[in-house]
């Protein structure tokens, strides 16, 4: 199963990132796309999916949070990464109205810049969204027709705002957040209705620990290792086969990022 959401470029896997990465793989994990965040970020999950050659592959971009830390808005770093092969997708990008860490003017004008340079470099887009679905579908559904995909990465909006997207014809990101039946209680209700074709799983490592694993890490961080945990709770909420989910998310994975 691939992992479409890791940050393993976080400073909490400064000590045993390698014995994380071998979790993983005896997991069953067989690929994993690690988050290109910031200006910084970017280039090091870059780097690290070189060191990792057929197993890991990186996204490049700037997520809401810091599109204040973006002066120029051609995005010359993360055009340039994007040329990388192991660079598979633009993003994290998009908006998050939750913590307006970065001015909202701010956040638009930088999310519009990353999806008119996927558009420009053919590239899919990895999506965050939060509390800002309106404005988020305005800015982007006029590039829609123009990428080759884009993916809304850990979806944790209402049945209205997915049915929206699946409409717009977005792929959907489901993490741990399932595992949690106190928060997590919307999610569970509405994951069924995601269509086969358009549903990814990931853990979103090292946050969003599953709430219902057993037992839990002392570190209380999540890591790829645990995403069978994950998808087999997301077949048991759709009533279906976990290996049979397993291999249509890798399948739906394998097609979107061109892996």
Same mark, same amino acid.
């Given at each position: 199963?691939?992992?479409?959401?890791?940050?393993?470029?976080?400073?909490?896997?400064?000590?045993?990132?390698?014995?994380?990465?071998?979790?993983?793989?005896?997991?069953?994990?067989?690929?994993?796309?690690?988050?290109?965040?910031?200006?910084?970020?970017?280039?090091?999950?870059?780097?690290?999916?070189?060191?990792?050659?057929?197993?890991?592959?990186?996204?490049?971009?700037?997520?809401?949070?810091?599109?204040?830390?973006?002066?120029?808005?051609?995005?010359?770093?993360?055009?340039?990464?994007?040329?990388?092969?192991?660079?598979?997708?633009?993003?994290?990008?998009?908006?998050?109205?939750?913590?307006?860490?970065?001015?909202?003017?701010?956040?638009?004008?930088?999310? *519009?810049?990353? /999806? #008119?340079?996927?558009? =420009?470099?053919? $590239?899919?887009?990895?999506?965050?969204?939060?509390?800002?679905? +309106? !404005?988020?579908?305005?800015?982007?559904?006029?590039?829609?027709?123009?990428?080759?995909?884009?993916?809304?990465?850990?979806?944790?909006?209402? *049945?209205?705002? /997915? #049915?929206?997207?699946? =409409?717009?014809? $977005?792929?959907?990101?489901?993490?741990?957040?399932?595992?949690? +039946? !106190?928060?997590?209680?919307?999610?569970?209700?509405?994951?069924?209705?995601?269509?086969?074709?358009?549903?990814?799983?990931?853990?979103?490592?090292?946050?969003? /620990?599953?709430?219902?694993?057993?037992?839990?890490?002392?570190?209380?961080?999540?890591?790829?290792?645990?995403?069978?945990?994950?998808?087999?709770?997301?077949?048991?909420?759709?009533?279906?086969?976990?290996?049979?989910?397993?291999?249509?998310?890798?399948?739906?994975?394998?097609?979107?990022?061109?892996?």
């Amino acid at each position: 199963m691939i992992d479409i959401g890791v940050n393993l470029t976080s400073s909490q896997f400064d000590k045993d990132r390698e014995d994380v990465v071998s979790r993983a793989k005896e997991a069953g994990i067989s690929a994993m796309v690690l988050t290109g965040t910031d200006l910084e970020s970017s280039p090091e999950a870059a780097a690290m999916a070189e060191s990792m050659p057929g197993f890991a592959f990186s996204t490049a971009g700037v997520h809401p949070h810091d599109a204040k830390t973006v002066d120029d808005l051609t995005l010359p770093s993360i055009r340039a990464l994007a040329h990388q092969p192991q660079v598979v997708a633009i993003g994290e990008c998009g908006l998050d109205f939750n913590r307006d860490f970065s001015p909202r003017p701010q956040q638009e004008a930088v999310f *519009e810049a990353h /999806l #008119k340079l996927a558009v =420009e470099l053919n $590239l899919p887009v990895f999506l965050h969204c939060r509390d800002a679905h +309106e !404005r988020f579908m305005a800015i982007l559904t006029p590039y829609l027709d123009k990428l080759p995909g884009a993916v809304l990465h850990c979806f944790t909006g209402s *049945e209205e705002e /997915l #049915k929206a997207c699946l =409409e717009a014809g $977005l792929y959907i990101g489901i993490t741990g957040w399932v595992c949690d +039946e !106190r928060r997590g209680e919307a999610l569970r209700a509405i994951v069924p209705l995601i269509p086969d074709d358009k549903l990814m799983i990931e853990t979103d490592a090292p946050y969003l /620990l599953p709430r219902d694993l057993k037992p839990k890490p002392k570190s209380r961080r999540n890591e790829p290792c645990y995403l069978p945990h994950i998808a087999s709770e997301i077949a048991a909420l759709r009533q279906q086969d976990t290996e049979q989910l397993i291999t249509q998310t890798t399948l739906n994975t394998r097609r979107f990022f061109g892996l």
